[in-house]
Protein backbone atom coordinates (compact mmCIF):
# COMPACT_ATOMS: atom_id res chain seq x y z
CA UNK A 1 0.00 0.00 0.00
CA UNK A 2 1.37 3.70 -0.71
CA UNK A 3 -0.15 6.95 0.16
CA UNK A 4 0.92 10.01 -1.98
CA UNK A 5 0.27 13.80 -0.67
CA UNK A 6 1.32 16.48 -3.12
CA UNK A 7 2.35 20.14 -2.26
CA UNK A 8 3.76 23.23 -4.08
CA UNK A 9 0.96 24.46 -6.22
CA UNK A 10 -0.07 27.78 -6.19
CA UNK A 11 -0.62 30.76 -8.07
CA UNK A 12 1.67 32.59 -10.60
CA UNK A 13 2.50 34.32 -13.51
CA UNK A 14 2.95 32.93 -17.01
CA UNK A 15 6.69 32.14 -17.72
CA UNK A 16 7.01 31.79 -13.55
CA UNK A 17 8.23 28.21 -12.36
CA UNK A 18 6.68 25.97 -9.57
CA UNK A 19 8.10 22.91 -8.03
CA UNK A 20 5.47 20.20 -6.90
CA UNK A 21 6.48 17.18 -4.44
CA UNK A 22 4.76 14.24 -3.90
CA UNK A 23 5.35 12.19 -0.44
CA UNK A 24 4.95 9.04 -0.41
CA UNK A 25 4.14 6.37 2.19
CA UNK A 26 5.05 2.84 2.67
CA UNK A 27 8.66 0.60 2.07
CA UNK A 28 7.68 -0.33 -1.01
CA UNK A 29 8.27 3.31 -2.93
CA UNK A 30 11.04 2.54 -4.88
CA UNK A 31 9.27 -0.27 -6.65
CA UNK A 32 6.48 1.66 -8.01
CA UNK A 33 6.60 4.26 -11.36
CA UNK A 34 5.21 7.04 -10.29
CA UNK A 35 3.16 9.74 -12.62
CA UNK A 36 1.90 12.98 -12.73
CA UNK A 37 -1.59 14.05 -14.24
CA UNK A 38 -3.30 17.41 -14.45
CA UNK A 39 -6.88 18.15 -14.59
CA UNK A 40 -8.77 21.54 -16.11
CA UNK A 41 -11.81 22.19 -14.84
CA UNK A 42 -14.42 20.32 -17.65
CA UNK A 43 -11.76 18.66 -18.76
CA UNK A 44 -10.79 14.64 -18.54
CA UNK A 45 -7.35 14.07 -16.18
CA UNK A 46 -4.64 13.80 -18.53
CA UNK A 47 -1.34 12.71 -18.48
CA UNK A 48 2.06 15.08 -17.90
CA UNK A 49 4.83 13.03 -16.83
CA UNK A 50 6.10 9.63 -15.89
CA UNK A 51 9.63 8.31 -14.12
CA UNK A 52 10.15 5.13 -13.44
CA UNK A 53 11.74 3.02 -10.56
CA UNK A 54 15.34 4.24 -10.45
CA UNK A 55 14.76 7.68 -12.38
CA UNK A 56 16.62 6.59 -15.87
CA UNK A 57 13.33 6.08 -17.63
CA UNK A 58 11.18 9.26 -17.64
CA UNK A 59 8.09 10.52 -20.50
CA UNK A 60 6.15 12.96 -20.80
CA UNK A 61 3.21 14.88 -22.86
CA UNK A 62 4.01 17.03 -26.22
CA UNK A 63 2.62 19.81 -24.52
CA UNK A 64 5.22 19.97 -21.45
CA UNK A 65 7.67 18.68 -22.81
CA UNK A 66 11.34 20.98 -22.92
CA UNK A 67 9.54 22.32 -19.61
CA UNK A 68 8.42 20.10 -17.14
CA UNK A 69 11.35 17.70 -15.64
CA UNK A 70 10.24 14.69 -13.49
CA UNK A 71 12.33 13.82 -10.94
CA UNK A 72 12.77 11.59 -7.87
CA UNK A 73 14.62 10.77 -4.49
CA UNK A 74 13.67 7.36 -3.38
CA UNK A 75 16.02 8.44 0.03
CA UNK A 76 13.28 10.73 0.47
CA UNK A 77 10.48 8.51 -1.07
CA UNK A 78 9.77 11.95 -3.05
CA UNK A 79 8.84 12.70 -6.80
CA UNK A 80 9.40 16.32 -7.99
CA UNK A 81 7.73 17.83 -10.93
CA UNK A 82 9.61 21.00 -11.98
CA UNK A 83 7.83 23.40 -14.00
CA UNK A 84 9.30 25.92 -16.03
CA UNK A 85 8.34 28.61 -18.23
CA UNK A 86 4.41 27.96 -17.06
CA UNK A 87 1.45 28.94 -19.44
CA UNK A 88 -1.83 29.71 -18.57
CA UNK A 89 -3.22 26.12 -19.97
CA UNK A 90 -0.96 24.67 -17.31
CA UNK A 91 -4.15 25.78 -15.35
CA UNK A 92 -5.30 22.60 -13.49
CA UNK A 93 -5.01 20.85 -10.32
CA UNK A 94 -2.42 18.18 -10.47
CA UNK A 95 -2.07 14.65 -9.20
CA UNK A 96 1.07 11.89 -8.50
CA UNK A 97 0.11 8.22 -8.83
CA UNK A 98 1.35 5.40 -8.20
CA UNK A 99 1.69 2.23 -10.53
CA UNK A 100 3.07 -1.03 -11.35
CA UNK A 101 3.38 -0.33 -15.01
CA UNK A 102 4.85 2.00 -17.95
CA UNK A 103 1.98 3.47 -18.55
CA UNK A 104 0.13 7.16 -19.88
CA UNK A 105 -3.34 5.89 -18.81
CA UNK A 106 -5.01 6.82 -15.79
CA UNK A 107 -6.54 3.56 -14.97
CA UNK A 108 -3.33 1.90 -14.83
CA UNK A 109 -2.58 3.66 -11.69
CA UNK A 110 -3.73 2.47 -8.45
CA UNK A 111 -2.44 4.77 -5.96
CA UNK A 112 -3.32 8.65 -6.36
CA UNK A 113 -2.66 11.81 -4.55
CA UNK A 114 -5.13 14.40 -3.55
CA UNK A 115 -3.93 16.60 -5.66
CA UNK A 116 -2.30 20.29 -5.79
CA UNK A 117 -4.32 22.88 -7.54
CA UNK A 118 -1.59 24.88 -10.04
CA UNK A 119 -3.08 28.21 -11.71
CA UNK A 120 -1.07 30.20 -13.86
CA UNK A 121 -2.23 33.88 -15.27
CA UNK A 122 -1.78 35.84 -18.40
Known amino acids: QVQLVESGGGLVQAGASLRLSCAAS????????VGWFRQAPGKEREFVAH????????DYADSVKGRFTISRDNAKNTVYLQMNSLKPEDTAVYYC???????????????WGQGTQVTVSS
Open 51 to 58: IGWGGGRT
Open 26 to 33: GRTFSSYR
Open 97 to 111: AGTEYDSRIARMYAY
